[in-house]
T-cell receptor, first 113, second 111 residues
């Protein structure tokens, strides 16, 4: 175990649904990240939170809404997604932002139907 | 911005042989180069990293080399074992900037 836990592991949702992905880290880290992993594409950084403040939002559509209530928890709220949003969503954390080892969770496999 | 290219996309080797994966980067200011291994059903896990002040780093059967002039770095796995089968990602970043990942290499080690 990496110390980063994601739930659920698998999620199937319709395009009109609203769902949330959850990430929890038990490492005492200050930075948390959401990545999107699609087949045959590089890992895409979506959002970065450092000390509970969002420091990066890489042109992610508004149908993805992150929330970081404290340094141990990170959520990704999903609404009105498209089939092309189907992917593996990975959460990661690091001691501080950038130039630090990132610890990844096992990911949530999302399928939008 | 930084761009990282990774080759090959797939690599098959016989158990016991060596495997080499290569990455090139575009931003000469990049100074941190980690390698991640992703096994089926799991998230990526850091296996080795190198910073720009050294040219080579080794940890048991894995090693990474960095050529700053040519802007490329490589992962070397010797005496490969079936459990080395996974997808390997390289990445690059510079001070206080985000990691940029390569597209990954699927390594298969046949017994």
């Amino acid at each position: 175990e990496t110390g980063v836990t994601q739930t659920p592991r698998h999620l199937v949702m319709g395009m009109t649904n609203k769902k949330s992905l959850k990430c929890e880290q038990h490492l005492g880290h200050n930075a948390m990240y959401w990545y999107k992993q699609s087949a045959k594409k590089p890992l895409e950084l979506m959002f970065v939170y450092s000390l509970e403040e969002r420091v990066e939002n890489n042109s992610v559509p508004s149908r993805f809404s992150p929330e970081c209530p404290n340094s141990s928890h990170l959520f990704l709220h999903l609404h009105t997604l498209q089939p092309e949003d189907s992917a593996l969503y990975l959460c990661a954390s690091s001691q501080d932002y950038a130039l630090e080892e990132a610890f990844f969770g096992q990911g949530t496999r999302l399928t939008v139907v | 911005g930084e761009n990282v290219e990774q080759h090959p996309s797939t690599l098959s080797v016989q158990e016991g042989d060596s495997a080499v994966i290569k990455c090139t980067y575009s931003d000469s200011a990049s100074n941190y180069f980690p390698w991640y291994k992703q096994e089926l059903g799991k998230g990526p896990q850091l296996i080795i990293d190198i910073r720009s002040n050294v040219g080579e780093k080794k940890d048991q059967r894995i090693a990474v080399t960095l050529n700053k002039t040519a802007k490329h770095f490589s992962l070397h796995i010797t005496e490969t074992q079936p459990e080395d089968s996974a997808v390997y990602f390289c990445a690059a970043s510079k001070n206080t900037d985000k990691l940029i990942f390569g597209t990954g290499t699927r390594l298969q080690v046949f017994p």
